[in-house]
């Protein structure tokens, strides 16, 4: 069955601490990874897709990259603006069924 | 350019009622998935529908279901409610330009179903 693991659950960080959310994926076939950003009451907001091992993206302060096994966002310098929940999925098979980890709540404090 | 909608954006309904949903994809996008997300299951992917034909499905029972129209506009329905179908519904929609594996799904903001 697949499946997708973030770590950790929660994390906070103070101002400009840097650090790394992990998604581990068990799925066969997998055709892209997709990181979402999702703030409360909203629905998720795409950040980045990656399609193959050492493939990296990187947008302001996020940056994310992809083994085979695994793929890291890496928050640089985060600022109170990045506190949210970030989801990693997977796309396997045909057409566009993703399977979503339980995702990372990020809060980022003064 | 407008994003997902979805509405209604908030529900209340009563055990043993059946509840519709509805959403209009991105222009354009032809490919639309339903997603349940809950604080316990996080988001499980319900279907997806291409060019009005169910394409993918979810573990979900029977009560739930969807349907796609000509325009790409997409509902899914709910019948016979119980408690634990309480959830935030989403929506998503993809360019699915046929050779391409880099679809990108775009998500809606969601109803919010609660079960009484």
């Known amino acids: 069955e697949d499946q997708v693991t973030q770590s950790p659950e929660a994390l906070r960080l103070q101002e400009g601490e840097s650090s790394s959310l992990n998604c581990s994926y068990t799925?066969?076939?997998?055709?892209?990874l997709f990181w979402y950003r999702q703030d409360p009451g909203k629905g998720p907001e795409f950040l980045f897709t990656?399609?193959?091992a050492g493939e990296e993206k990187e947008k302001e302060r996020l940056k994310a990259t992809l083994t085979k096994k695994e793929s890291f966002l890496h928050i640089t310098a985060p600022k109170p603006e990045d506190s949210a929940t970030y989801l990693c999925?997977?796309?396997?098979?045909?057409?566009?069924?993703?399977?979503f980890g339980t995702g990372t709540q990020l809060k980022v404090e003064l | 350019k407008a994003g997902v909608t979805q509405t209604p954006r908030y529900l209340i309904k009563t055990r043993g009622q059946q509840v519709t949903l509805s959403c209009s994809p991105i222009?354009?996008?032809?490919?639309v998935s339903w997603y349940q997300q809950t604080p316990g299951q996080g988001l499980q992917f319900l279907f997806e529908?291409?060019?009005?034909?169910?394409?993918n499905k979810g573990n979900f029972p029977g009560r739930f279901s969807g349907r796609q129209f000509s325009n790409s506009r997409s509902e899914m329905n709910v019948s016979t409610l119980e408690l634990g179908d309480s959830a935030l519904y989403l929506c998503?929609?993809?360019?699915?330009?046929?050779?391409?594996?880099?679809?990108?799904?775009?998500f809606g903001a969601g109803t919010r179903l609660s079960v009484l």
């Open positions: 998503a929609s993809s360019l699915d330009n046929r050779g391409s594996i880099k679809n990108i799904q775009y």
């Open positions: 799925v066969s076939g997998l055709r892209g």
């Open positions: 990656l399609y193959s």
């Open positions: 999925a997977g796309v396997t098979g045909g057409g566009n069924k993703l399977t």
């Open positions: 222009s354009g996008h032809r490919s």
């Open positions: 529908y291409f060019s009005e034909t169910q394409r």
